[in-house]
């Protein structure tokens, strides 16, 4: 099952609001009932036409990554510390 694209969503909201039944969408546009239905769905209750954006992966290092580091590494000069973060953003130049 892929998602849906905008485009596409916006040909289901389309034929749906023409009086098209989902198993006729669904068999017209070559999707599934339930990715039609979900759509409709979508667009019913929260105005949805496009994809929601999605948070993707998280940074690799983030300030609590940061500081938990220096309290475990106390002996650590705080010299150091620009190089070790450095290091962990990007390896490739260490």
């Keep these: 099952m892929t998602q849906l694209t905008d485009f596409e969503r916006g040909r289901i909201i389309g034929r749906w609001e023409a009086g ?4 006729d969408i669904a068999d017209a546009l070559k999707h599934s009932q ?3 239905t979900r759509a409709i769905k ?3 209750e929260e105005g949805q036409t496009t994809v929601a954006q999605r ?3 998280p940074s690799v290092l983030n300030d ?5 580091s220096d ?3 106390r ?3 705080i010299g150091r510390m620009p190089q070790r973060v450095q290091a ?3 390896p490739t130049k260490y």
């Design 42 to 44: 979508a667009f019913q």
């Design 64 to 68: 609590h990554d940061v500081r938990t």
């Design 20 to 23: 098209e039944s989902t198993r």
């Design 71 to 73: 309290k475990k590494n």
């Design 75 to 77: 002996n650590n000069s």
């Design 34 to 36: 339930s990715q039609v």
């Design 55 to 57: 948070s993707g992966r």
């Design 88 to 90: 962990v953003i990007d």
